[in-house]
């Protein structure tokens, strides 16, 4: 079965300050590859998604995120942060196979808090 | 439209009791899904339906049953609740094969004393 990495459980800036957010998979296969925000209290949002093409993808709020193939990676980076990107971050992969899409599997999130 | 709906938003049982967690939606979406959020954990699928009366297990199902008798509604029953079962609960919908276009709903905490 398909596994997603976060390995930053919390991560805490100062506003302005650059933001990267790292996320690992272990699929072989094709995947369509996602980050979901959830602010406080509420429910989860799609930030953005990458099926195919350009690596970089760019999302809402001036999030991007990076697919490195070789890496198995899809890091999420924001170059300025404001305090209200508070909140959890949610990495997911769906992997393709000859079925189609698979169901989403999701990493074990990253909560950020930004300083004022 | 509200998308996706659930009641209630906060929920405290005891041990052994057992409670419903609704779910809707008018998005008219064939799939819908159950996930559980611990910290440190992630979602994780707990069970889900691809469409009126059918339903499948997803990665932890034990503890909890679903059925699925119209498009709109997927509740969630916990038979007999056990501390173990402490968490945030999200119903999630989506159009056929999209698992990657999910919409959820607002989230039930739990509680288990």
């Known amino acids: 079965a398909q596994s997603v990495s976060q390995h930053n459980h919390h991560v805490i800036l100062s506003e302005a300050a650059s933001l990267e957010l790292g996320c690992n998979y272990s699929?072989?296969?094709?995947?369509?590859l996602f980050w979901y925000v959830q602010y406080p209290g509420q429910h989860l949002q799609l930030l953005l998604k990458?099926?195919?093409?350009?690596?970089l993808v760019k999302g809402i709020k001036g999030f991007e995120a990076e697919f490195i193939k070789s890496k198995f990676s899809f890091n999420l980076r924001k170059p300025s942060v404001q305090w209200s990107d508070t909140a959890e971050y949610f990495c997911?992969?769906?992997?393709?196979?000859?079925?189609?899409?698979?169901?989403?599997?999701f990493g074990t999130g990253t909560r950020l808090t930004i300083i004022p | 439209n509200a998308g996706v709906t659930q009641t209630p938003k906060f929920q405290v049982l005891k041990t052994g009791q057992s409670m419903t967690l609704q779910c809707a939606q008018d998005?008219?979406?064939?799939?819908m899904s159950w996930y559980r959020q611990d910290p440190g954990m992630g979602l994780r699928l707990i069970h889900y339906?691809?469409?009126?009366?059918?339903?499948d297990q997803g990665e932890v199902p034990n503890g909890y049953n679903v059925s699925r008798s119209t498009t709109e509604d997927f509740p969630l029953r916990l038979l007999s609740a056990a501390p173990s079962q402490t968490s945030v609960y999200f119903c999630?919908?989506?159009?056929?094969?999209?698992?990657?276009?999910?919409?959820f709903g607002p989230g039930t905490r739990l509680t288990v004393t």
């Open positions: 997911a992969v769906n992997p393709i196979s000859n079925f189609g899409n698979e169901k989403l599997t």
């Open positions: 699929y072989g296969g094709t995947v369509n």
């Open positions: 990458y099926f195919s093409g350009d690596p």
């Open positions: 998005m008219n979406h064939e799939y």
């Open positions: 339906s691809v469409g009126a009366g059918i339903t």
């Open positions: 999630a919908t989506h159009a056929r094969d999209r698992w990657y276009e999910q919409y």
